[in-house]
């Protein structure tokens, strides 16, 4: 059965702060890892991952994937307030679209960011 | 272009009864998926229809059920609802890659 695991559950830290979130994952023919932000409801894309080794970026995050140790890390600099959500990772396997697969998730990590 | 909208946003429902919910993905988007999620986890996979066919379903009781419709929305129904069942019903719709997952903003069912 797919599994993913993601650490620390919660972070307290203030505005100004780096912080690293960390996704480890077993899954059957792996194909994708993604990230979402969780504010309210829907969680809002972040990343996909799918090589190892690219470093993606979007402003102030950033995230890598290593294939060969089967994790996932979302760094975050200089955070904000606004930062504040719950941050899921989640992997999808091969042949997604009619196979059947389906996202697996981790618990989420929530993260509050204090001023 | 709207997203994945859902409906209704809220509903409080008694033990015993049912409910339908309803997703209508992105124009465009044949594969439509539901998820429930429970204060303070992540999402569990509940059911994919792709081209109005069931693909996928997770570990959830009978008493769950889901159909697409010809327009690509979709409608998940939980009979002889539990306490348990209380959680944010979230769906999310792709393209037939499997890539641009969207998800919609959910369904949050309360059931007292």
């Known amino acids: 059965e797919d599994k993913v695991v993601q650490s620390p559950l919660s972070l307290v830290v203030h505005e100004g702060d780096t912080v690293t979130l960390n996704c480890s994952y077993e899954?059957?023919?792996?194909?994708?890892l993604l990230w979402y932000k969780q504010e309210k409801k829907a969680p809002t894309f972040l990343f996909m991952l799918t090589s190892s080794g690219i470093e993606k970026k979007s402003g102030r995050l950033s995230s890598i994937l290593d294939k060969k140790e089967l994790f996932s890390i979302l760094n975050i600099t200089a955070t904000q307030t606004g930062d504040s959500a719950v941050y899921l990772c989640?992997?999808?396997?091969?042949?997604?679209?009619?196979?059947?697969?389906?996202?697996?998730f981790g618990e989420g990590t929530q993260l509050t960011v204090n001023p | 272009d709207a997203g994945v909208t859902q409906s209704p946003t809220h509903l409080i429902k008694t033990r015993g009864q049912h409910v339908t919910l309803r997703c209508s993905p992105i124009s465009g988007h044949k594969s439509v998926s539901w998820y429930q999620q429970v204060l303070g986890q992540g999402p569990q996979f509940i059911f994919q229809y792709y081209e109005k066919e069931e693909r996928g379903r997770g570990n959830f009781p009978d008493r769950f059920s889901a159909r697409q419709f010809p327009n690509y929305s979709s409608e998940l129904n939980v009979n002889a609802l539990l306490l348990g069942d209380s959680a944010l019903y979230l769906c999310a719709s792709s393209d037939r890659t499997g890539y641009g997952y969207t998800f919609g903003s959910g369904t949050r069912l309360t059931v007292v």
């Open positions: 899954v059957t023919n792996f194909r994708s």
């Open positions: 989640a992997v999808g396997r091969r042949g997604m679209e009619t196979s059947g697969s389906r996202l697996t």
